[in-house]
């Protein structure tokens, strides 16, 4: 691993041996396969399986060597990033509906 003075931030695309564009890449495939785990109610130990088989057919993609399959870095993004996101949006969603639109839905059903 070489050692980079400049800014303590280029550590980790140096421990990863990427570019920030790949890291960021990374993370975005790591965010999205969490996400399609939880949408789709799989388990973690599913998840880091599916990544195992990624790896094995993409051998060559830079993304698919460095993606992680720790269960519990899934969690982590699941609580962590997802959660309070998706939180926010449905309270900004509900708060956006008027009672009046509510009640009328519940009498149309």
Do not use: W
């Not at 800014?7 to 975005?28: D, G, H, Q, S």
């Not at 982590?76 to 309070?84: D, K, S």
């Amino acid at each position: 691993m070489k050692f980079v003075k400049a800014n303590p931030l280029n550590r980790i695309y140096v421990a990863y041996n990427v570019t920030a564009t790949e890291l960021n890449k990374l993370r975005a495939v790591e965010g999205a396969m969490v996400f399609y785990t939880v949408k789709h109610s799989h388990s973690y130990i599913s998840h880091a399986c599916t990544i195992n088989i990624i790896k094995k057919c993409f051998p060559d993609s830079s993304t698919a060597k460095n993606i992680t399959r720790d269960k519990t870095k899934a969690r982590e993004i699941t609580c962590n990033v997802l959660a309070p996101s998706l939180t926010s949006y449905i309270v900004n969603e509900i708060r956006n509906v008027s009672f009046f639109q509510f009640v009328m839905m519940l009498r149309m059903k």
